[in-house]
Every structure is written in structure tokens, then in C-alpha cells.
């Protein structure tokens, strides 16, 4: 939408699709909306902001700078489409200008999870908000026990070994457009706990420095933590 009045120095336009689209994750192109003139960044006189009656701020991770009135960042929420009104502020006048945004893609909720080892894991599902058709593929390599379905994203298995935490890079691609979105997920894999099972003995001594950590001792008639 192109806004004109009186004072040049406020004129604007946003000279962008219906609806600007952004990948969650991903940072946006700068400038994606811009004033149709060159704003002097020394001029404090002229600011940008987000009008009240949007009823809505940008997502997060986004942000209008209020001396140029760029939109820029890195969108880390969904969005479904939202309207908003800027307002261009100075010398006792105001104009507005109309802007569209949503944001869709790729996200694990949460992004961080704690595995223990030997233990079945409920699956690890991707979340998605305006793609289909999507191929994913992980780095670095996956676990060899834990299982990464291409098709859905999704994880499962029975870790049988320790993993230190490690932050994976997933990426699914639309099979019809070619668009790659980006999402990351950590995972780390705890050992089990030690179980220390003692035949016929009565009674034993533990030094200090073994019972400091994960252990469990069974006497036969319960375990002892």
C-alpha cells in the first residue's frame, strides 16, 4: 500500500505481495518491506511504529526498526496471516501503510530432549504449519539405535549406548517447489542406572567414592537406592 500526504519525507510504501510469507528459523532478506524514499537515519524526527489497533506484535524474533521502518530478524514462532498498520510519525503528522506477514515451516516442540539409555522412546514428532509434500534428511549421522523416518520426520528406537548431547540439523524439502525448511533438534542419551546384585553376603563395605554416583544395590529383599 502507498500512502501519500503533504510532507514527502513521510510518504511510504510497502511494495510487497498480499501477504509476505517467512520460514520460521530463517532469517528474512533485509529490507523486505521498505520505504519508497531514503530515510535519513539522523533525522530522530521520523519514527516507525506498530499501530495499536494491529491488536498483535510481530513474532517473535522479528522486529520494525523505528528510525527506517525495515522489518528484519529471524522468526522463531509460527504465524498464521496477520495484518498490521505502521505508523510514520513526525512534524505533528502521521501516515500509515498496511502490511501482511505469516510465518510456516518445520519445528520440534520441544527442541531439546533427555534420553535414557535402554529405554524405549515415545516418538519424536515434527511439528509443521503451512507445508506438505516434505522429504527430511538429518546431520550429522543419527545414532545407529535410534531410528529417523524420512518420509515423516519423526524419531524412534531404543538408545543402547550413551550420547553426549549433540544439536541436529533437519531439513525438509518440498518435493514440488524444491523450498528447504530448516529446523534443529538436541539430544542427549543418559546412562541407566548400575544395578549391583549381591549372592549370598550378608553385609558389605562400600568404599565412599562408589556410592557418590547412579547406583542401586539389591540384597535380596529390595532394591536400595
Do not use: C
Amino acid at each position: 500500500e502507498t500512502v501519500l500526504g503533504t510532507n514527502p519525507d513521510l510518504d511510504i510504501s510497502y511494495n510487497e505481495p498480499t501477504t509476505r510469507v517467512y520460514i520460521v528459523n530463517q532469517a528474512i532478506e533485509p529490507y523486505t518491506y521498505n520505504p519508497s524514499f531514503l530515510m535519513d537515519s539522523s533525522n530522530a524526527a521520523i519514527k516507525f511504529s506498530i499501530d495499536p489497533s494491529s491488536n498483535a506484535a510481530l513474532p517473535t524474533g522479528i522486529a520494525l526498526s523505528p528510525s527506517t521502518g525495515i522489518i528484519s530478524g529471524t522468526p522463531t514462532e509460527f504465524s498464521g496471516v496477520t495484518q498490521y498498520r505502521i505508523d510514520i510519525s513526525g512534524n505533528n503528522e502521521t501516515r500509515t501503510a498496511d502490511i501482511s506477514l505469516s510465518v510456516i515451516g518445520i519445528t520440534y516442540e520441544p527442541a531439546s530432549y533427555i534420553l535414557l539409555e535402554n529405554t524405549t522412546i515415545s516418538s519424536i514428532d515434527i511439528s509443521s504449519v503451512g507445508v506438505s509434500n516434505l522429504t527430511y534428511t538429518i546431520s550429522p549421522d543419527f545414532p545407529a539405535d535410534l531410528s529417523f523416518n524420512t518420509s515423516t520426520g519423526a524419531i524412534t528406537g531404543t538408545p543402547t549406548t550413551f550420547h553426549a548431547e549433540t544439536t541436529y540439523d533437519i531439513s525438509g524439502t518440498d518435493t514440488t517447489t524444491g523450498i528447504v525448511y530448516p529446523a534443529t533438534l538436541t539430544l542427549l542419551v543418559r546412562r541407566g542406572p548400575m544395578i549391583l546384585e549381591f549372592v549370598g553376603v550378608s553385609g558389605i563395605t562400600l568404599p565412599i567414592y562408589d556410592i557418590s554416583g547412579n547406583y542401586s544395590v539389591d540384597w535380596g529383599d529390595g532394591i536400595i537406592n
